[in-house]
């Protein structure tokens, strides 16, 4: 076969004796429809350099992408000038014969031409399909297959209508399975397959057309195809020795037939979209043995054949979806080694880096958070769907996830992510959230994670990504960086970033993301509560932390106080209760509907949250104003009660849940120092208080507390209130 053969047409006013040389420069001056069609013959030529081409469709993709905007100004138009012809030229660099640097240009070349040119451009494309396929040539083949796998991922809805042609997919098997084959052809209309597959509106169809025979390349059973050789009518001499490389697919071929394979089979989709409703058959067996092939090509180094890691990476991207890949791929340590040293070397914003990111998302992906009437529901719907088939697979469960998680982290990913992360595309850096914080789930991996820089990648990527367009993925971001701040010291974390940096990030998960959902998620809140406490509780001199968290999340800590759920208003109290030692957070607890709260959940059922209310008292009450709020409100009229139940704690009649010895021991503690603030206020103030603590039966509570209580600070603060209160003093 010879190479492609393109005919020179120059539409515009060069005279014969002003032939283009190739090394002559374009001008920049003239009218722009010149300059185009001098352009287009220049690619035309024919010996001329690969720098020259590229720089010729450079210059041409200028002129497409300026086409809009002047237009709009009144200028001439270039599109029209652009015939069949030139696209058969433009398309004809699109080859994967053509040098990577000229396929490289001329797709940005085509995507500018099809934003410049609207339907009058689709139509032109859609003739050069209709006109490469009629002509029926293995030229003519392969420069359209190369064409389509350029378009798809720029106009899939237009290369899918032309995909869709009655008879087109049926056409390809009979083309693939020659008994005489080409590589370039076979090679060409893989690629396209693999364009096509991408998403739902052609994924049926070559899973309905074409599987049968992409089984067939991908098992290559040498012998069968000798028999049939044999049997078919042909003046060709075969010898059955040595003649298997000619009959047999090459190894590049196999390579992309599984791909496309592993596309069509791996990924969930019914082949019922609009092409009857056959079945599909059983893939897993295939995939398994697929996956086993693409992993070996990962660890074996093929650096003449770097198509080989692209083609395994994509592969095995799919196929992880599936729990029992997931499984395989993670404790197969070498392959896992491997992968992190390709996402190393592999180039920023590449399809190869993609790929391997997502094997790795896969890999440690929990199922979400269900509530309980979520999982309620989901298993009646279960009983329901033929005796419980649609049960979760055992091999997602957050066990074996976990298990997962570790292997992949043990692996070396962290270090890679954080390089990963400075020059990364929206998509991937989504990839990267989504990865550390399925790693931050494992409270074991939150100190390391923090060391080798989670904690930095994360909050820079709160910080880069848009909140109106990726609101998911800085919740998700958040949400890791609240999980590992909850286990590490935020001292040791902070070194060269001010702790402060990540209050703004943990304050948007205090509330809902969807204040208006039935069901809410209220993990975020709760961990997002855990990881500020934590921070407020390691505060420098000036206060800047809790003085931060007060002006950013008062009122959305104060709103959870009130929360329905038992662990996030505790953990409400507790964060509260780290902010009252900030005079800040004081002055905003001035208003009598703050103290009216506190005072509530002194009496609450958890005792973690009575421990929490009463150590944000024990802070309160040493000023006189928050005192005078206590004793002369008449909205509280049992906060006292509350108090003195703190003095309480233990006693058997108490109401609420038990709190173990040493927690009612803090509890204790924490009202008998209410109690000593209360009695310790002077004038008025201090007779009112011994009055009232009197009257509400203090002499008896500070009894019991004494009784009960083993230790002497306690002991000591309780005889001294004795004393204010039965001496008069």
Request: proline fraction near 5%; include cysteine.
């Amino acid at each position: 076969m010879g190479g492609i053969k393109i005919p020179v047409v120059i539409k515009s006013e060069i005279t014969a004796d002003e032939s283009v040389n190739p090394t002559t420069p374009v001008p920049e001056t003239g009218s722009r429809q010149d300059r185009t069609m001098l352009l287009f013959a220049r690619v035309m030529e024919g010996g001329k350099e690969d720098e020259e081409t590229t720089a010729d469709l450079a210059k041409l993709t200028k002129l497409l992408v300026e086409e809009p905007e002047l237009t709009k100004q009144g200028k001439e138009p270039i599109v029209p000038v652009i015939d069949a012809d030139c696209l058969d030229t433009l398309f004809g660099c699109l080859d994967m014969r053509q040098p990577e640097a000229v396929r490289t240009q001329a797709t940005l070349c085509t995507a500018a031409y099809l934003n410049a040119s609207g339907l009058e451009g689709k139509r032109k494309v859609t003739d050069f399909f209709h006109a490469k396929m009629q002509r029926a040539t293995y030229d003519d083949y392969i420069v359209a297959f190369c064409a389509a796998t350029a378009i798809f991922p720029l106009e899939y809805d237009l290369m899918a209508e032309l995909f869709h042609i009655e008879g087109f997919l049926p056409s390809l098997g009979s083309l693939m399975t020659r008994k005489w084959k080409s590589k370039k052809i076979e090679m060409a209309c893989l690629k396209m397959l693999n364009a096509a597959a991408m998403k739902i509106k052609c994924h049926a169809a070559i899973y309905k057309y074409c599987n049968e025979w992409l089984d067939d390349i991908i098992s290559d059973d040498i012998e069968a195809r000798l028999d049939t050789v044999w049997h078919l009518d042909t003046d060709l001499e075969v010898e059955k020795e040595g003649a298997d490389e000619l009959r047999r697919h090459c190894k590049q071929v196999r390579n992309l037939a599984g791909v496309v394979y592993m596309k069509i089979s791996a990924v969930p989709v019914s082949a019922s979209q609009g092409l009857g409703t056959e079945p599909r058959k059983p893939a897993t067996d295939k995939i398994e043995i697929l996956c086993n092939r693409f992993a070996k090509m990962i660890v074996e180094d093929n650096p003449e054949n770097p198509e080989y890691v692209q083609y395994a990476v994509e592969a095995l991207a799919y196929a992880s979806l599936r729990p029992n890949i997931q499984e395989r791929l993670s404790r197969n340590t070498e392959t896992l080694k491997r992968l992190v040293t390709v996402l190393d070397s592999a180039a920023p914003k590449s399809p190869l880096t993609y790929g391997v990111l997502s094997i790795f998302t896969h890999l440690t992906r929990y199922r979400p958070h269900e509530s309980e009437e979520q999982k309620r529901l989901r298993q009646l719907k279960a009983y329901a769907n033929a005796a419980g088939k649609s049960q979760p697979n055992p091999l997602s469960d957050d066990a074996r996830v976990t298990e997962r998680c570790k292997l992949v982290f043990a692996a070396g990913v962290v270090p890679v992510l954080v390089k990963h992360c400075k020059s990364a595309s929206l998509a991937s850096l989504s990839l990267i959230i989504s990865i550390l914080f399925s790693l931050s789930a494992t409270p074991t991996l939150r100190g390391s994670l923090a060391q080798q820089g989670g904690v930095r990648v994360l909050l820079a990527a709160w910080n880069a990504l848009p909140a109106e367009t990726e609101d998911t993925a800085r919740r998700t971001a958040a949400h890791g960086l609240a999980r590992i701040l909850i286990s590490t010291n935020p001292a040791l974390v902070f070194r060269q970033t001010p702790q402060t940096a990540a209050i703004r990030p943990l304050a948007t998960l205090i509330a809902p993301a969807d204040p208006t959902a039935e069901t809410r998620d209220l993990l975020p809140t709760f961990e997002s509560l855990l990881a500020l406490t934590n921070l407020a509780s390691t505060d420098d001199d000036a206060d800047t932390t809790r003085r931060v968290i007060v002006r950013t999340a008062w009122d959305d800590i104060e709103e959870q106080l009130f929360s329905t759920n038992t662990r996030v208003s505790t953990a409400a109290a507790e964060l509260l209760c780290n902010l009252v030692q900030s005079p800040a957070a004081q002055a905003q607890a001035q208003a009598t509907n703050r103290t009216k709260v506190i005072l509530a959940l002194a009496d609450a059922d958890s005792p973690k949250t009575r421990s929490a209310a009463g150590g944000a008292l024990a802070s309160l009450t040493a000023h006189a104003s928050i005192a005078r709020t206590i004793l002369t409100t008449a909205a509280q009229p049992r906060g006292l009660d509350h108090i003195l139940g703190l003095c309480r704690e233990g006693q058997e009649e108490g109401g609420g849940e038990s709190a173990g010895p040493a927690e009612a021991e803090g509890i204790r503690h924490r009202g008998a120092v209410v109690v000593a603030n209360l009695l310790s206020q002077e004038g008025e103030l201090g007779l009112l208080a011994r009055e009232k603590l009197a009257r509400a039966g203090a002499v008896e509570a500070l009894t019991v507390c004494a009784k009960k209580s083993r230790t002497p600070e306690v002991v000591q603060s309780v005889v001294r209130c004795l004393e204010v209160l039965l001496g008069g003093e």
